[in-house]
Nanobody, 118 residues
């Protein structure tokens, strides 16, 4: 199973970016999918998660600015990030809780850098 992110980059404060992630491989079922981020010198933190039923949860710091969505048929998850702030600068990681047969596990992408300049 592979998770590949795309869409990171450099943007000015107040701008927008859209991250996308596609999961591929021998996937039987995909449950929750989400995004974490890790800034230099800080622990990895949850940004947003979406369940297979479409329920979402966001970190307080991004509520009202970020929107997570998924296409379950394509095993993709996206994160629309608006009104970006310099404190949003981090490496963003896609994650998926899925099964490849009879086992369920968490899988991670390699990360994509988001840099917001002031």
């Amino acid at each position: 199973v592979q998770l590949v992110e795309s869409g990171g980059g450099l943007v000015q404060a107040g701008g927008s970016l859209r991250l996308s992630c596609v999961a591929s491989g021998s996937i039987r079922s995909t449950y929750a999918m989400g995004w974490y981020r890790q800034a230099p010198g800080k622990q990895r933190e949850l940004v947003a998660v979406i369940t297979s039923g479409g329920s979402t949860n966001y970190a307080d710091s991004v509520k009202g600015r970020f929107t997570i969505s998924r296409d379950s048929a394509k095993n993709t998850v996206s994160l629309q990030m608006n009104s970006l702030k310099p404190e949003d600068t981090a490496v963003y990681y896609c994650t998926a809780h899925l099964s490849t047969g009879y086992l369920r596990d968490d899988y991670w992408g390699q990360g994509t850098q988001v840099t917001v300049s002031s």
